[in-house]
């Protein structure tokens, strides 16, 4: 009897086992690791025949797959490295398992994470920034941190210096302000007062310009409606006395004999030339008047002297200094407009100065005048005065 009472026991004690085992079922999809737990504990158990898949309740009632485990040929990794490049080098989409993380992953430990975090490393060439401070000087520590790594100039810190030169230069900007202002003002009166020297080589007077020749000046001024009224023709003067001997030599009696005979040898070598040219033009009562260097320099014009008639209105009467007015006015803004300011106000001089070419203007006169050219005439009449000199008045 006693037997029997054991054999119902011992079944209900297992049945009572069996029931609280089927109460503690988890959903292995929600709790993966512990799948992992009771798949080690099956291995221990079934060392050679771990299961790829399995069946399991849930407490609803439903059945899922549970996760598979794996063989211990796949805990390999040796060929980690080439299994990586095949997958580089493979074109098909990577399949990567959503798998839910448990509690203790989701909510990890706040002390343990603050350890971590404090512990870790830090990377190679990361920059520290501090919040503190502003964005140059942040700036200027990345610099300073790049260059000690790599032992160069680094090109933060000259954006740095750049940046501190701007903002240096924006905040005295409204300080120095006053003062531009009044360098621009010095600036504009320097400009004003500036020794600026026109060069009067090119200037002309309706066309006549300096070291034209004589055949060139008829031309212009006839062209601009001017028309020759005087044409005076010279010889040197050393070379009109040569020439007197040479004819009293040769038996010529009389000044205008004596002149004659001149002339011609004058003209047989070349050396008369034409020394003054005017012309006039009646409608608008203007005439200008023009002289010439010797044969020895081209016969090039080196004075060229214009004169109106037109401002020179006499009357005291209200039309004559009108009309007088009217002509000043329009002489002198016409001259402006040609030749510009003058270099000299009080003279009213254009030119570059000393010996050079100039041009001098009055009211109703223009004198555009070339010395340098008349000196070089000279200069040459001279050398070939004395080369013409007899040398034999003296033998001592």
Known sequence: MKGYIWVIISCLAAFCAASSWADEEYDPAVYPELSEKQAMENSALQPNAMTKTSLSPTPNGSVIDAPKFVDDEEFNFDNIGNAFEEDMQSNEPVEIPMLQKS?????????????????????EGEIKVDKDQSLTANLKDTGSQTQSAKGGESWINKLAEKAEDKVASSSTSGASSASAETNLETMMEKSKKRSRRSNASVFDISGAMLRMSFKQIDDTLTKRGFRRTVQKMDIPNFIRWRNEEKCRASGVVGYERLENCVI??????????????????????????????????????????????????????????????????????????????????????????????????????????????????????SREDQRYMNTDLYSF
Not at 116 to 122: L, Q, S
Not at 342 to 368: E, F, S
């Open 103 to 123: 509690p203790v992953q989701l909510n990890p430990n706040p002390e343990e994470k603050n350890a971590a975090e404090e512990n870790k490393p830090e990377a």
């Open 264 to 381: 011609k040898v004058a003209q047989r070598d070349k050396h008369q030339y034409v020394e003054t040219a005017s012309y006039a033009k009646y409608d608008t009562k203007e005439t200008i008047e023009v002289k010439f260097t010797s044969n020895f320099t081209g016969n090039k014009a080196y004075k060229i002297f214009y004169k109106s008639e037109a401002a020179n209105i006499t009357g005291n009467s209200q039309k004559a200094i009108y009309l007088r007015n009217i002509k000043i006015y329009d002489f002198w803004k016409k001259i402006n407009q040609k030749y510009g300011s003058p270099d000299n106000r009080d003279d009213v001089i254009w030119g570059l100065g000393g010996n050079k070419p100039y041009l001098q203007a009055a009211t109703g006169r223009l004198v555009l005048e070339d010395p340098m050219l008349r000196e070089l005439d000279y200069t040459r009449m």
